[in-house]
């Protein structure tokens, strides 16, 4: 059972109160833009985090790129009066596929709580490096080794192989962004306090974590599902274990540097 289908339930995911807010927040903090840049925004989701990033860029610009076009429609409808003063891009798209963008033409990426979704990092930081100026800088969160362990523990114990996602250690990812050029690489996990989302356990299941199992289950069987891995989460708690990356593209050489 593996997660395929592209499409999210942006409508009920806009409703939940989710630890992806302060995510978002944090990792906004770490990229402290002057406010004249150029941002990637990959997995933009609802448009929540493109709006901290529009009010962090009265004169730049945001690109948002998400592979579900109801996601993408909610980041346009959640940042309207920028996409009409053409600050904000919103488009669909596949992070596993090149970027459709011109080589250096962003000056930063963003990105939470998308790039687990995704097999193969290498691939997607060899692209980050090729649309990034010289310079530019990217700052991603997404889940890491040992993410929500208790969620693939209760799905072993009901004999599914956890899978669908790639929750990465620092020591698997540093490579792959020294591979793709980056310099100044910073990687680390984060384990955050256990989540208890009380009475949204079962949609939060149902709309992130499991979203992907249940694509390959009948309607009928899907409620069932979800109660039965919900009801084994001790205390119903899940505990995130984030990756927060950060690195730089080289900067240009300048003829001096050149000799
Ligand atoms: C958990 S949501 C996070 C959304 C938003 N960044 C937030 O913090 O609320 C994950 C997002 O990643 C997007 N995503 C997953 N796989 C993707 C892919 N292959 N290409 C582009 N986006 C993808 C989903 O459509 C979804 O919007």
């Given amino acids: ?38 941002v990637l925004e990959l997995g933009s989701g609802t448009g929540r985090d493109a709006a901290l990033l529009l009010a962090a860029l009265p004169a730049g610009r945001l690109i948002a790129v998400d592979g ?32 459709p963008l011109p080589a250096g033409s962003v000056d930063a990426v963003f990105s939470v709580a998308t790039l687990h979704w995704l097999d193969d990092h290498g691939f997607v930081f060899g692209e980050l490096a090729r649309v990034l100026r010289p310079g530019g800088r990217i700052v ?18 009901i004999g599914v192989e956890p899978g669908g996602h ?12 020294r591979a793709a050029g980056f310099v100044d690489i910073e990687a680390a996990l984060r384990r955050e306090e256990p989540f208890r989302p009380g009475r949204d356990l079962d949609t939060i299941l149902r709309t992130i974590i499991l979203r992907g199992y249940l694509q390959t289950l009948p309607e009928r069987e899907r409620d069932a ?34 000799g």
């Fill in 225 to 258: 599902f979800v109660r039965t891995v919900a009801d084994r989460l001790p205390g119903g708690a899940v505990t995130y274990m984030r990756m927060e990356v950060s690195a730089r593209q080289p900067a240009e050489e300048s003829p001096c540097d050149t």
């Fill in 68 to 99: 579900s076009a109801a996601m993408v429609e909610a980041t346009r409808a959640a940042n309207a009066d920028a996409v009409a003063a053409g600050r904000l891009t919103a488009f669909v798209h596949d992070l596993a596929t090149p970027l």
């Fill in 166 to 177: 790639r929750f990465a250690t620092p020591a698997q990812e540093v490579p792959l962004l």
């Fill in 140 to 157: 991603l969160e997404y889940g890491g080794a040992g993410n929500i362990a208790e969620v693939d523990e209760a799905l072993r114990a």
């Fill in 1 to 38: 059972m593996a997660a395929t289908a592209r499409e999210w339930d942006a409508s009920t995911y806009g409703t939940l109160t989710l630890p992806h807010e302060r995510w978002g927040r944090r990792t906004l903090g770490r990229l402290a833009p002057v406010g004249d840049e150029v």
